[in-house]
C-alpha cells in the first residue's frame, strides 16, 4: 500500500509540479493513507483538534432547536430531509436524536462523511439505515408522476460517502467542513498573482518544495477583484477556494429549497492579508503541526475560509444570504442562556448531594463557556443561507 506522500511523489514525477488543492486532497483523503482516511481529526481523546459538536451534548441541543426552526419555515414537511456534510464520527446527529427535537417523527437524517473509518465510528453512535431509506421510504400514488414519501417514520438516520446525487427540499448543515475542502494557494509577486505548486526536490531525497507559476487567467481576475482597493505587499498569500466552489455548486444541485448552514473560521480577505500565511495552518495530536508539506497524512491541513470567496461560491450555486453571525450570537438566538441558567440550577440543588444531574448541569455550564468563547470556538462564524422560492 502506497502512502499518501509516496503516491504525492508518484504523481509528481508521472505529471510534474501539482497544484496546492491536488497536495491537500491527497494528504488529507487518499484512500490508503490520508489523514482523514485513517479516521484521525476530531475528538477529544485521541482526536487532533477539537469542534463544538466534541466540546459536548450541549451544541447538538442546540442545533436541534434549529432543525426545528427550520422545520417551522418550510412548513413542517414529512419527511424533513436534514443533510449534515462532513458528519465526522456522528456525535452531532446522535447528540441531536439524543434531544428528540419537535421533527424527529419526520426527520431523514443523511450523514455524509468521506472517511470510511469516521463512518464505521458513526455505527457505533447511531443506528443506521441503507441510504436510500432514508431519502426513500417513497410509495408510487396513482396520478403522481414522482414518487410519494411515506409519512410519519423518522427518525431515520443513514450515512453516505459524498453528497447525493438526488434532488430534495429540506437543509444541509456543515460545521468544520468548508476549511477542509481543498484549496490553492496564490501569492502576489507585487505585479500580478502567480499560483504556488508543490513539487520534489530529489537532490534532497524527494522532499516536497513550492514552486512558483503565474495563476490563471480566471484566478488572476478574481483574486484582483477579490483585494481591490486593499494594499498589498509582495509575498502576500491568500486561499484559492476550489474546494469551496465545487461544494456549493453540488449542493445547490441537490437541494430545491431549503437551507444550508455552514459554520467555520472564517475572515475577510483584508484581515487574512494581515495573518501573513497564518491562515494556513496544519494540526495533530490537539497541537499545531509541521509545514503542511512535511509529515503528509499525519496532519490535517486546513485554511481559514475567506468570507467573500464563501459567499460568491454560495451565490453561485443559487443560494441567498440570509443571515451571517458568530457562532456566539447564533447559540444565544438558539437559548444557550436559558439551557445554561438550568443546568446552575440543577448543580446548586445537587451538588452537595453529587449526583448526576447536578454534574450534567455543571457540565453544561462549561460547554456554554467554550461554545460561546469569543476568542475561540464562539468568534467562528455561521452562515445561513437560503435556496428556493
Ligand atoms: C474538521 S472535520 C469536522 C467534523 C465534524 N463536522 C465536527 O464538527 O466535529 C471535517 C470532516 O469533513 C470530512 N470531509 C471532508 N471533505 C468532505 C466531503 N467532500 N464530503 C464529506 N465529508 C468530507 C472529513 O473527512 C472530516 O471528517
Redesign the pocket.
Known amino acids: 500500500m502506497a502512502t499518501a506522500a509516496e503516491h504525492l511523489r508518484h504523481l509528481i514525477h508521472r505529471e510534474g509540479p501539482i497544484s496546492f488543492d491536488r497536495f491537500v486532497e491527497v494528504a488529507?483523503?487518499h484512500p490508503d493513507g490520508?489523514?482523514?482516511?485513517r479516521g484521525r481529526?476530531?475528538?477529544r481523546v485521541g482526536g487532533d483538534?477539537?469542534?463544538?459538536?466534541?466540546v459536548g451534548s450541549l451544541f447538538g441541543a442546540l442545533v436541534a432547536r434549529a432543525y426545528d426552526g427550520w422545520w417551522d419555515s418550510l412548513e413542517q414537511p414529512d419527511p424533513f430531509v436534514v443533510v449534515?456534510?462532513?458528519?465526522?464520527?456522528g456525535?452531532?446527529a446522535s447528540d441531536v436524536a439524543r434531544v428528540k427535537p419537535r421533527c424527529a417523527g419526520a426527520l431523514r437524517y443523511l450523514l455524509?462523511?468521506?472517511?470510511p473509518v469516521?463512518r464505521d465510528a458513526q455505527r457505533e453512535r447511531l443506528p443506521l439505515e441503507p441510504a436510500d431509506e432514508a431519502l426513500g421510504g417513497f410509495r408510487r400514488v396513482w396520478g403522481e408522476d414522482d414518487p410519494v414519501p411515506a409519512t410519519g417514520s423518522g427518525p431515520v438516520f443513514a450515512t453516505i460517502?459524498?453528497?447525493p446525487a438526488v434532488t430534495f427540499d429540506g437543509v444541509v448543515f456543515?460545521?468544520?467542513?468548508l476549511?477542509?475542502?481543498?484549496f490553492a494557494v496564490a501569492r502576489w509577486d507585487g505585479e500580478r498573482w502567480q499560483e504556488v505548486l508543490v513539487g520534489t526536490d530529489d537532490a534532497d531525497g524527494g522532499r516536497f518544495v513550492e514552486l512558483l507559476v503565474p495563476a490563471r487567467e480566471e484566478d488572476d481576475a478574481a483574486l484582483r477583484a477579490r483585494v481591490h482597493g486593499i494594499d498589498i505587499a509582495p509575498g502576500a498569500r491568500l486561499p484559492i477556494a476550489r474546494?469551496i466552489d465545487d461544494?456549493f455548486r453540488r449542493c445547490g444541485e441537490m437541494l430545491r429549497d431549503g437551507w444550508c448552514c455552514v459554520?467555520d473560521y472564517a475572515a475577510t480577505t483584508a484581515e487574512l492579508l494581515t495573518r501573513g500565511d497564518g491562515w494556513l495552518r496544519t494540526y495533530a495530536g490537539h497541537g499545531r503541526g509541521l509545514s503542511p508539506l512535511e509529515a503528509v497524512g499525519e496532519q490535517?491541513i486546513?485554511a481559514d475560509v475567506a468570507i467573500e470567496s464563501l459567499l460568491q461560491a454560495a451565490l453561485a450555486g443559487g443560494w441567498r444570504l440570509i443571515e451571517q453571525q458568530s457562532q456566539a450570537d447564533w447559540l444565544a438566538a438558539l437559548g444557550i442562556d436559558e439551557l445554561v441558567e438550568a443546568g446552575r440550577r440543577k448543580w446548586r440543588d445537587g451538588a452537595a448531594a453529587g449526583d448526576l444531574e447536578a454534574l450534567a448541569g455543571r457540565s453544561v455550564v462549561s460547554e456554554a463557556a467554550a461554545l460561546t468563547d469569543r476568542a475561540g470556538l464562539g468568534a467562528h462564524r455561521v452562515f445561513l443561507l437560503y435556496k428556493g422560492h
Open positions: 488529507l483523503y490520508g489523514f482523514f482516511t481529526g476530531a475528538g483538534f477539537i469542534t463544538s459538536p466534541q449534515e456534510a462532513g458528519a465526522g464520527d456525535r452531532l455524509v462523511e468521506r472517511s469516521l460517502d459524498e453528497l456543515a460545521n468544520e467542513l476549511d477542509n475542502l481543498p474546494g461544494w459554520i490535517d486546513t
